[in-house]
C-alpha cells in the first residue's frame, strides 16, 4: 500500500535559518504530491503540491520538489520566520483520486 | 464564504454514549472525508463521500458510521463510544478538480 516517511521532529531552529524536513514516499504509479500545514489550535492548509515528477511545488517561501527517482518531496525554505512555527505534513494521493495518505508530521518551532 | 465547518469544537463523552459531529461546506464540493489525528500518527482517513447518497469506508472506519443526504452536509456518528476514539476529527471536502482538500478546524472529542 501506499505510505509516506517524514522527518522525526520536533525541530527547532533560529529565526533565518534554512529549513529543510524531509519526506519520502511508497506508492504505485505516479501519485500527486502534498505539503499540508496545521498552525496552533486550527485545521489542515494546503501549503504546496505538485503533479507530476520534477514539478516543483512553492508557496509563501516555501518549496518541494517532485523527485521520482529518489521518491522523495522534501520541504525547503532559504530564511523561516517565527510565523512558520507549525506542524507540517507530507501526504501523497493516487493519481485522480483525493484519499490522502499522510506522514506522521513534523513540528517546527522558530525561536527569534 | 465558510468554507468548512465543524461543530462541536469540543466535547467530553463516557464510554457507550453515542454522538454526532457534524460538517459542513458552502463550496459545493462533491468530495467530502473524515480524518482522525492522533499524536504520533498523522491524519488517518475514516469515512469518505464521493457525492450525495454514495459513502465509502476508508483506513479506520470501525466503530463509526456515516451518510451523505446533501451535497453540503457529512456527519459522523459514533454509535458506542469508546476510549480508543478519543482524538482529534477532521472532516475535509475536495476542490472539482479533486486536487486540493479544504480542511475544517476539528473537533476534539474526549471518551472517559
Redesign the interface.
Known amino acids: 500500500g501506499n505510505s509516506?516517511t517524514q522527518m522525526e521532529g520536533p525541530v527547532t531552529l533560529s529565526e533565518e535559518a534554512f529549513l529543510t524536513i524531509n519526506c519520502t514516499y511508497t506508492a504505485t504509479g505516479y501519485p500527486?504530491l502534498f505539503w499540508?500545514v496545521q498552525y496552533p489550535?486550527?485545521?489542515?492548509?494546503?501549503l504546496l503540491?505538485a503533479?507530476k515528477a520534477d514539478d516543483k511545488g512553492s508557496n509563501k517561501g516555501f518549496e518541494a520538489t517532485y523527485r521520482k527517482e529518489t521518491t522523495s518531496f522534501h520541504l525547503e525554505k532559504g530564511s523561516v520566520q517565527v510565523s512558520d512555527s507549525a506542524v507540517y505534513?507530507c501526504a501523497l494521493?493516487p493519481f485522480?483520486?483525493?484519499?490522502?495518505t499522510?506522514?506522521?508530521?513534523t513540528r517546527l518551532t522558530i525561536i527569534p | 464564504n465558510a468554507g468548512?465547518t465543524q461543530t462541536p469544537k469540543f466535547q467530553v463523552l463516557k464510554t457507550g454514549q453515542s454522538m454526532t459531529l457534524q460538517c459542513a461546506q458552502d463550496m459545493n464540493h462533491e468530495?467530502m472525508?473524515w480524518?482522525r489525528q492522533d499524536p504520533?500518527?498523522?491524519?488517518?482517513?475514516i469515512h469518505?463521500s464521493v457525492g450525495a447518497g454514495i459513502t465509502d469506508q476508508?483506513e479506520v472506519p470501525n466503530g463509526y458510521n456515516v451518510s451523505r443526504s446533501t451535497t453540503e452536509d457529512f456527519p459522523l456518528r459514533l454509535l458506542s463510544a469508546a476510549p480508543s476514539q478519543t482524538s482529534v476529527y477532521?472532516c475535509?471536502s475536495?476542490t472539482p478538480r479533486?486536487?486540493?482538500?479544504?480542511?475544517?478546524?476539528?473537533t476534539r472529542l474526549t471518551v472517559l
Not at chain 2, 504520533?40 to 482517513?45: A, K, T, V, Y
Open positions: 509516506v500527486s499540508y489550535g486550527e485545521g489542515l492548509q494546503l503540491k503533479t505534513f494521493a485522480g483520486n483525493e484519499k490522502l499522510f506522514g506522521t508530521g | 468548512v468530495y472525508s480524518y504520533g500518527m498523522g491524519l488517518r482517513l469518505y476508508g477532521f475535509a475536495s479533486r486536487d486540493t482538500q479544504y480542511f475544517g478546524p476539528g
